[in-house]
């Protein structure tokens, strides 16, 4: 089964960490990009970070610069996503995606189901 699974979202409070992390089945890891978004209520998906295929060049939005780092592990179909000094606004669904192409022209043809972050203040 080809699928994207989120896991490690929860609750924390502000200046917290997290590790997300991405496990992908039933495609060729090594061969996609990954990237990570976001959604709050109320707020459109928006892009958080993108690494490419082999894990050499690191992307990111201007609001996480500095405090996320993204990784992957193409020997274990996963992607990272290390998020530190959390805010409350960084309260979010986060989702990984399998994309192709060359940054910023990504296609994005897999999602994941989400995994859930709430920063309390």
């Known amino acids: 089964q080809v699928q994207l699974v989120e896991s490690g979202g929860g609750l924390v409070q502000a200046g917290d960490s997290l590790r997300l992390s991405c496990a992908a089945s039933?495609?060729?890891?090594?061969?996609?990009?990954m990237g990570w978004f976001r959604q709050a209520p109320g707020k459109e998906r928006e892009f958080v970070a993108l690494?490419?295929?082999?894990?050499?060049?690191?992307y990111y939005a201007d609001s996480v610069k500095g405090r996320f780092t993204i990784s992957r592990d193409n020997a274990k179909n996963t992607a990272i996503l290390q998020v530190n000094s959390l805010k409350p606004e960084d309260t979010a669904v986060y989702y990984c995606?399998?994309?192709?192409?060359?940054?910023?022209?990504?296609?994005?043809?897999?999602w994941g189901q989400g995994t859930q972050v709430t920063v309390a203040s």
């Open positions: 690494i490419n295929w082999s894990g050499s060049s690191t």
């Open positions: 039933g495609l060729i890891f090594s061969s996609v990009a």
């Open positions: 995606a399998a994309g192709i192409g060359t940054y910023p022209r990504i296609t994005y043809i897999l």
